[in-house]
T-cell receptor, first 116, second 113 residues
Framework: DTEVTQTPKHLVMGMTNKKSLKCEQH?????MYWYKQKAKKPPELMFV???????INESVPSRFSPECPNSSLLNLHLHALQPEDSALYLC???????????????FGPGTRLTVL | AQKVTQAQTEISVVEKEDVTLDCVYE???????LFWYKQPPSGELVFLIR??????QNEISGRYSWNFQKSTSSFNFTITASQVVDSAVYFC??????????FGKGITLSVRP
């Protein structure tokens, strides 16, 4: 199984809503990532989890809250978002060979988020 | 700091043409890794290749080939006999030994029938 799955595919939410994005992988990877991608731009790293611990937070606003319940699951909790947070949110995972984060990353299909 | 430059922004070719996507990087690291990803209209980034800085051998996989040249800090990607299904955004990316993945701005490739 070489897939990263993400749910939901699309999400529309108001600025006062609370919602969560979910990501799952069964490749035994021990590093998982959240990226944000605006239209016609490259992905921007948000968070990195390594062995279920948060290792990188790229100064992301606290209205985005990541969670890694186990080695296969990664959640992104959303609260009080702004319209400018509308984007494609991509999850990725990678093996963590050699203890470094430069291994190839495998991406899910993304959740297209619209904040009204 | 590392930098990845994809100077081409959009390329349009007719099916069966060969096309080369350019990627130039800047780094002071001696150990680093280079990647190419494909992002079709569906949105998912598809991993194509990973190359480390010590391996300058060119690679061929079917219609895809990659030319890594440290002397010019380039890692170019050629698609031979392009097909409509190759239409996508292609990202070149760089990672140092202990740094996050840095993407180039991407090249939009359109292959017309």
């Amino acid at each position: 199984d070489t897939e990263v799955t993400q749910t939901p595919k699309h999400l529309v939410m108001g600025m006062t809503n609370k919602k969560s994005l979910k990501c799952e992988q069964h490749m035994g990877h021990r590093a998982m990532y959240w990226y944000k991608q605006k239209a016609k731009k490259p992905p921007e790293l948000m968070f990195v989890y390594s062995y279920e611990k948060l290792s990188i937070n790229e100064s992301v606003p606290s209205r985005f809250s990541p969670e890694c319940p186990n080695s296969s699951l990664l959640n992104l909790h959303l609260h009080a978002l702004q319209p400018e947070d509308s984007a494609l949110y991509l999850c990725a995972s990678s093996p963590r060979r050699g203890g470094a984060t430069y291994n190839e990353q495998f991406f899910g299909p993304g959740t297209r988020l619209t904040v009204l | 700091a590392q930098k990845v430059t994809q100077a081409q922004t959009e390329i349009s070719v007719v099916e069966k043409e060969d096309v080369t996507l350019d990627c130039v990087y800047e780094t002071r690291d001696t150990t680093y890794y280079l990647f190419w990803y494909k992002q079709p209209p569906s949105g998912e980034l598809v991993f194509l290749i990973r190359r480390n800085s010590f391996d300058e051998q060119n690679e061929i996989s079917g219609r895809y080939s990659w030319n890594f040249q440290k002397s010019t800090s380039s890692f170019n990607f050629t698609i031979t006999a392009s097909q409509v299904v190759d239409s996508a955004v292609y990202f070149c990316a760089f990672a140092g030994a202990n740094s996050k993945l840095t993407f180039g701005k991407g090249i939009t490739l359109s292959v017309r029938p």
